[in-house]
């Protein structure tokens, strides 16, 4: 089963505007990750955050983490055409287990 | 290094016939993932590996499906008899031991008619 859920599902943005995407999940992690996805590509990871952390900043991609509400947010800022992508989460509940994705947000920046 | 290698990147087949999808993982890499995505389901994983051993395959779907890591630089997933249910994009990723970030080749797509 697929433990991160992103919000919205689909987000369609002018250039220059910002792009916020949401993922909630439901147990104890060790660490969340993001993702992007072009079209007919492979995932490409963004960022990582760990659990202890709450904040991480990447270029223009920021991340925040709130696990009392099992939570975690990207924020791309100043958005750009070729940020047009699908956008996952996936958390590590750490140990030997392996990453569990979401079913992804599409953002589409019209230039 | 050239990233995680896939291969072929696209395969048209008919129904019955027996499917080989392969991966060349990032060099130094312990661990060797093969996920599934389909518009209706995400992305599954089906298996991995841990220096070239299975560690668990329990989202293979059924019988149909096997895979291989003979040894550190390659991997198969193997599909026969394939079905249309089947069609999807196929991804192989590798990382390294500390399970961190996943780097994933860039897919197989497999249409089954």
């Known amino acids: 089963s697929q433990q991160g859920e992103e919000d919205p599902q689909a987000l369609s943005i002018q250039e220059g505007e910002n792009a916020t995407m949401n993922c909630s999940y439901k147990t104890s992690i060790n660490n969340l990750q993001w993702y992007r996805q072009n079209s007919g590509r492979g995932l490409v990871h963004l960022i990582l955050i760990r659990s202890n952390e709450r904040e991480k900043h990447s270029g223009r991609l920021r991340v925040t983490l709130d696990t009392s509400k099992k939570s975690s947010s990207l924020l791309i800022t100043a958005s750009r055409a070729a940020d047009t992508a699908s956008y996952f989460c996936a958390t590590d509940a750490g140990g030997y287990s392996t990453l569990t994705f979401g079913k992804g947000t599409m953002l589409l920046v019209s230039p | 290094d050239a990233g995680v290698i896939q291969s072929p990147r696209h395969e048209v087949t008919e129904m019955g016939q027996e499917v080989t999808l392969r991966c060349k993982p990032i060099?130094?890499?312990?661990?060797l993932f093969w996920y599934r995505q389909t518009m209706m389901r995400g992305l599954e994983l089906l298996i991995y590996?841990?220096?070239?051993?299975?560690?668990?395959d329990s989202g293979m779907p059924e019988d149909r499906f096997s895979a291989k890591m003979p040894n550190a630089s390659f991997s198969t997933l193997k599909i026969q008899p394939s079905e249309p249910r089947d069609s999807a994009v196929y991804f192989c990723?590798?990382?390294?031991?500390?399970?961190?970030?996943?780097?994933f080749g860039s897919g197989t797509r497999l249409t089954v008619v």
């Open positions: 590996f841990n220096n070239n051993v299975p560690i668990d």
């Open positions: 060099s130094g890499h312990d661990y």
């Open positions: 990723a590798s990382s390294g031991t500390n399970l961190r970030g996943y780097t």
